[in-house]
Structures are given as C-alpha cells and as structure tokens.
C-alpha cells in the first residue's frame, strides 16, 4: 500500500489483534483494512489487488478477494465535520473510531515462521489497541445475519486486548483522550459486556474457543480495571 502511494490506512481486525498481542489467540481468515479514501485511495487499492494479486472483486462492499480465497475487508474513511456526526451513537463511533485507528496508526513488520524459518514478512501500518477496542465494542453491536456470530470473536478479542494491552491503563487512557464522545460509548458497552453479560460471554467464549479458558470473574476483572480507569481519568 505504502510503496503506491495510496496515503494513510491502517490494518484492523482478527489480524491486527493478533498482531498486537504478539500471538495467535484465534483463527482468523479475513484481511480487514480501513483506508483514508479523501483522494481515492479505495479505487487504487482494489485496482493495484486486481491487477497484481489476480483478486476478484467482493460483491458487496469494498474489498476483494484474492487468489487464495483470502478476502481483504476495506473501510473507507476520511475527514469529518463534528457538527455532521450521525445522532445515533453507534454510526457516529464507527466512523470516529475507524478514522482515529488510521491517525494513530504506526508501520509495524509482520513475520510469518514455519519451524523457525522466515517463510514472509511485510510491513504495515497498524491499529493500536485502544482505537481496536472501540471499534470492536462497536462493530459487536451490528452483527447481523450471516456475521452474527462475529460479536463472539469481538468480545473475544476485546478481552484479549485489555488483558494484555492494558495492565498499566494504558488502553483506558488512550479511550479518555480519544475524539468526540467516544470514552462514554466504550464505558457504556464495557459494562454491558464485561460486568452485566460476564457470565453469558464467558460460557459462550468457551464453548466456541476451546483454548480460551475465560472464567466469568477473568472478563469482570479486565472489564473492571478498564472502566475503573477511564472514570478516574
């Protein structure tokens, strides 16, 4: 993406969480990017993949699919006017959060190994985990239909990075400094998730993740601390 000049983007998703936590805690399949697209830097993207990876357009949305079946997610965004900001608050957090993952954003060299030896290596620009946290807090509320059971693998990423990433507040503290109103959302959703529906997602998180090993008091605890935090702030 760099090397063509397609501006400023940021990798997202199962993949940038993994790679923020430095290991693989759950399969994913999918490649999700959200791109600044001001200057159309979308279209250039999908041609430069069609082109040069032999990808094959998504039939909904932005995106394609490459040769190996691998499919690349792309969110488009861009400058925004805060007196333009949707009224409901999960429209106007997606388009905040995604917007601040691409700000913060830093190049980052994925390595691929296979018995110790370098089989790939890239470098992207990668989400930090706070503005991870909020758009997963906020893409589990639009599940629907066929991606339903993707709010599991959100609660279950979400849980993953504040245990790890946030030990010292420093996830908690990046919510409280983040644009708009975008803190209150993710106090909001914390404790619907990690307080009021930690049992429900523990058992669930189980049953669908065999190696997770989550106990109900372990998502009160993360979610606690987290919340903790961005009130004392």
Known sequence: MVSRGLGPYALIGGLAVIANLNRVHRATGDIDTVVDDDEGAVARLVTSLIEDAHATPKNSGDGVVLADGTKVDIIRTGAWDPDALPDD??????????????????????????????????????ARPAPLVAAKLQ???????????????????????????????????ELVAAPVDISEFCLQQLQAVFIDGSDRWARRINVSFQAAAVSPADFEVVGALAIDRIRRR
């Open 139 to 173: 893409s589990r509320l639009t599940r629907k239909g066929p991606t339903k059971d993707k709010e599991l693998s959100d609660a279950y990423d979400i849980y993953r990075l504040l245990d790890a990433c946030n030990r010292g507040g420093e996830i908690s503290n």
């Open 89 to 126: 608050d999960v429209q106007r957090v997606f388009i905040v959060a995604h917007w601040w993952a691409v700000q913060t954003a830093a190049p980052v060299r994925l390595v691929a190994l296979q018995d110790g030896t370098v089989t790939a290596e890239t470098v992207v620009n990668l």
